[in-house]
């Protein structure tokens, strides 16, 4: 058996002890827990302003107990809202006019005991998960696009989503995804835009 380079062994080894990390934070089948059930939109609207269009929406989700736990172990996961603003067409695909995202990505602090939320390059600390997760569930007045003409309103639509970016976790996670489905907190939604006054 040829002898392996200690970039491999080394790396070999720091998957192998995250996965086990994972394993032991999260099981990937409860039988004694109930399933999680995501991302609820209970709230989501565009308007028009002096800017262009803005969006509102708010958001009902707990993280489920898994991953509570292995963000607790220092994995830190970022989450991603979408807002894309579209022009119907009958001869072809839907024209996209316009997209934006918004990140955050929150991690625990195990020294201070608190967690940190970042989002555009500013970061601000909070003493309660809950309430860093508050952050993320309401938005009101993103701007997301440009105006429009007034009366063609009926062409345009904007599709918005919003979801935990499984690609930012550590590889050793993301190969153990499959049997955790709770871990794919995601919502979209198909929004039109108000008619002008």
Do not use: C
């Not at 991953?67 to 009958?90: D, I, P, T």
């Amino acid at each position: 058996m040829p002898l392996m380079r200690r970039r491999d062994l080394l790396h070999r080894s720091a998957s192998a002890l995250l996965a086990a990390t994972v394993m032991l934070a999260g099981r990937p089948a409860h039988a004694d827990t109930a399933p999680h059930t995501g991302i609820e939109l209970s709230r989501l609207g565009v308007q028009r302003s002096d800017d262009g269009l803005v969006l509102n929406y708010d958001l009902r989700f707990d993280l489920p107990k898994d991953l509570e736990m292995a963000l607790g172990k220092g994995v830190a996961v970022v989450f991603v809202a979408e807002a894309e603003l579209f022009k119907s067409r009958w001869y072809w695909t839907d024209q996209s006019r316009a997209s934006t995202a918004r990140r955050w990505r929150l991690a625990y602090q195990p020294l201070t005991r608190r967690w940190r939320l970042s989002f555009d390059g500013l970061s601000r600390h909070y003493n309660r998960l809950s309430e860093a997760l508050d952050a993320m569930r309401s938005t009101d007045h993103w701007r997301i696009a440009d105006a429009i003409p007034a009366g063609d309103e009926e062409d345009y639509y904007v599709a918005f989503s919003f979801k935990l970016d499984t690609d930012e976790l550590p590889r050793p996670l993301q190969i153990g995804l499959g049997g955790l489905t709770d871990w794919r907190l995601a919502v979209q939604r198909r929004i039109g835009i108000p008619a002008s006054r």
